[in-house]
């Protein structure tokens, strides 16, 4: 009897070292981790980070689609199809004055 309790102590105690390991491993995951409680300021840090981008990419695209609109063939405003005119022919109207500024 007492040579059959060793071997199973044994594996017993390997078991436990093993969960034990894993615990560890998961523990230490959890916190170095990608998503991690280290990483938590660098994500919040890169979110506020990509928020303020969002924020002036939704205002460059209002800008764009603003602009799409005014140069809509059905309707085209006078003002931006003559500013436009201007800036690619480099033409002027007799009454303006070209200010170079270097």
């Known amino acids: 009897m007492g040579g059959q309790a ?3 102590l044994a594996k017993e105690r390997l078991t436990q070292a093993f969960a034990l390991f894993c615990l560890l491993i998961m523990g230490g995951w ?3 981790g990608p ?13 506020a980070e990509r928020q303020k981008e969002l924020v002036r990419l939704t205002a460059d695209r ?8 005014l140069l809509d063939p ?3 405003d006078p003002d931006m199809a003559g500013q436009l ?3 690619n022919l480099n033409v002027v109207h007799p009454d303006e004055v070209v200010l170079i500024v270097e």
């Not at 998503?35 to 979110?47: A, H, I, Q, V």
């Not at 209002?62 to 609109?69: I, W």
């Open 6 to 8: 060793n071997p199973k």
């Open 30 to 32: 959890v916190l170095v």
């Open 35 to 47: 998503s991690g409680f280290l990483s938590w300021s660098e994500n919040s840090r890169l979110l």
């Open 62 to 69: 209002d800008e764009l689609k603003n602009r799409v609109a």
């Open 74 to 76: 059905r309707h085209v």
């Open 85 to 87: 005119v201007r800036s």
